[in-house]
């Protein structure tokens, strides 16, 4: 069908456009800064899609917060 077709053609786009971000990202990972991190959520989304990042820094006035940060990422 042109639906089943176009969503294949989607499907093989993503991807593609995977296999370029996968190399770029090899050589340089994502820098981010986490302002009001929390617990660091948006870190771990990055990493569950398999997208590599290094944390500038981490900003964060929540105690308890920035405990579980730490026990999670060092």
Avoid: W
């Amino acid at each position: 069908t042109a639906k089943g077709t176009a969503s294949h053609k989607k499907n093989q786009q993503k991807e593609e456009i995977n296999k370029k971000m996968s190399k770029y990202l090899e050589k340089r990972p994502v820098q981010i800064l986490e302002l009001f991190g929390g617990i660091g959520s948006p870190r771990c989304a990055l990493q569950n899609l398999n997208i590599p990042t290094k944390a500038i820094d981490y900003v964060e006035i929540d105690e308890s917060a920035v405990r579980s940060y730490n026990n999670m990422f060092y």
